[in-house]
């Protein structure tokens, strides 16, 4: 089975305070996001990597920065928190190849949940 | 622009009875699509796919039907059972971009009802 964790469940912040949430995988993934997940919004990628030290821009990046310095471990970087940062953080990994071929299934981690005080 | 769109927020449903959901979308060179459910405070699971080269596919009590020409997929759960009551959303990937980039709909929240 996929297993992909997330460093914290629960996480609660003060504005201006600089934030890391970690997610490791251990099935060997090449891709790895992170998405936000908001009432009403759906999941929204913030980023996404495709190998080590890649890493490419997703739909809502302001106010995020990326680090993958190992396959296995993806980071998402607050730099500085502010209130609408306030969500459930989700990330999740797949296989690298053409999603038509049944590729695609991304796997995700528990969440985290984010307050920004 | 929203490319996926679930228009239902939230359905509800009798516990024995079908449950449908459903998802359109607007990029043509979409042509792989999923279901994922979620429960509160946990991650989504990935429930069921379909390819673009088919237009239905069952597992257990999951099926999803695609009608491309339509530009939409529903899922039906039958029968459906209080343990379904989650969120689901639809997400769907196009070949062409190579990326795994998966586009998530809104979701839709399903109540079972016992």
């Known amino acids: 089975d996929v297993k992909v964790t997330q460093s914290s469940r629960y996480l609660v912040k003060r504005t201006g305070e600089k934030v890391f949430l970690e997610c490791v995988q251990d099935?060997?993934?090449?891709?790895m996001f992170w998405y936000r997940q908001d009432p009403g919004l759906g999941l929204r990628l913030i980023y996404f990597?495709?190998?080590?030290?890649?890493?490419e821009k997703g739909d809502i990046p302001e106010g995020y920065s990326v680090s993958r310095e190992k396959k296995e471990r993806f980071s998402l970087i607050l730099e500085s928190a502010s209130t609408n940062q306030t969500s459930m953080y989700l990330c999740?990994?797949?296989?690298?190849?053409?999603?038509?071929?049944?590729?695609?299934?991304?796997?995700f981690g528990p969440g985290t949940r984010l307050l920004v005080l | 622009d929203q490319q996926v769109k679930q228009n239902s927020p939230s359905l509800s449903v009798q516990e024995g009875r079908i449950s449908i959901l459903n998802c359109d979308y607007t990029?043509?060179?979409?042509?792989?699509f999923l279901w994922y459910k979620k429960y509160p405070a946990e991650g989504p699971t990935f429930l069921i796919s379909?390819?673009?080269?088919?237009d239905k596919n069952e597992d257990g009590r999951f099926t999803v039907f695609l009608n491309k020409s339509a530009k939409h997929l529903s899922l039906h759960i039958v029968p459906s059972q209080p343990g379904d009551s989650a969120v689901y959303f639809c997400?769907?990937?196009?070949?062409?971009?190579?990326?795994?980039?998966?586009?998530f709909g809104q979701g839709t929240t399903l109540q079972v009802k016992p």
């Open positions: 990029n043509s060179m979409f042509d792989y």
């Open positions: 099935m060997d993934h090449e891709n």
């Open positions: 999740a990994s797949s296989i690298l190849g053409l999603a038509g071929a049944g590729l695609g299934t991304q796997y």
């Open positions: 997400a769907a990937s196009a070949s062409s971009s190579n990326t795994g980039k998966l586009i």
């Open positions: 990597s495709y190998d080590v030290k890649m890493k």
């Open positions: 379909i390819s673009s080269i088919k």
